[in-house]
């Protein structure tokens, strides 16, 4: 039983465009919401995150929009930089952590 | 300020053998959490630690595995008898809190195969 869904595995997106990373949740127990970012052979880092009491949160080139009614989540990079290659895990908490699939995001020169 | 500390970083070995990890979390952080994340998939939580107490362990397979944590830093998660299904990375994190949107630190992980 998948809680937190992230049907894309990949992305590729060119340089300086926008990126948008989508992630589907079943539970309306959640009451936050993660995104995290994997390079390879490192543990994940913390990148943004918003309660579930607003619908947008932003941080420099990421902004997380939430819509509650369709349990629906996404990030936006804007633009994207050659460093934001690497797998986006979205998480949801209700106490305890649930990790999606991830998504390969791929930053086209 | 050191962040979570993870050894070993790989680990091979054949089923049926036995296997320790170990984790040293960040200074001052009361949660610990051990994850499995096996390729191509999301890290799965095994094991959680409030100070040295157990909160949720529900993904945990008992059978084979454990995980202490004494003292409320350090950390091992153990796996006896290894089976071929145990190959992935275990990751261990930890937070300075409990619950409502904590933000996680994470450290570099243990890649396990098991051949």
């Known amino acids: 039983d998948q809680q937190v869904k992230q049907n894309s595995p990949s992305l590729s997106v060119q340089e300086g465009r926008i990126s948008i990373l989508n992630c589907d949740y079943t539970?309306?127990?959640?009451?936050?919401f993660l995104w995290y970012k994997k390079y390879p052979a490192e543990g994940p880092t913390f990148l943004i995150s918003i309660s579930s009491i607003k619908d947008k949160n932003e941080d420099g080139r990421f902004t997380v929009f939430l819509n509650k009614s369709a349990k629906h989540l996404s990030l936006h990079i804007v633009p994207s930089q050659p460093g934001d290659s690497a797998v986006y895990f979205c998480?949801?908490?209700?106490?305890?952590?649930?990790f999606g699939k991830g998504t390969r995001l791929h930053i086209l020169p | 300020e050191a962040g979570v500390a993870q050894s070993p970083r790989y680990k091979i070995i054949e089923k049926r053998q036995s296997v320790a990890f170990w984790c040293n979390p960040i200074?001052?952080?009361?949660?610990l959490y051990w994850y499995q994340q096996i390729l191509g998939q999301g890290p799965k939580l095994l094991i959680q630690f409030q100070n040295n107490g157990v909160v949720d362990d529900s993904q945990l397979p008992k059978d084979r595995f454990s995980a202490e944590r004494l003292k409320g830093v350090d950390s091992t998660l153990k796996i006896q008898p290894a089976k071929l299904e145990d190959s992935a990375v275990y990751l261990c994190?930890?937070?300075?809190?409990?619950?409502?949107?904590?933000?996680?630190?994470f450290g570099s992980g243990t890649q396990l195969s098991v051949l």
């Open positions: 994190a930890s937070s300075g809190g409990y619950g409502f949107g904590e933000k996680l630190f």
């Open positions: 539970n309306s127990m959640f009451d936050y």
């Open positions: 998480a949801a908490s209700a106490g305890k952590i649930i």
């Open positions: 200074s001052g952080h009361a949660t």
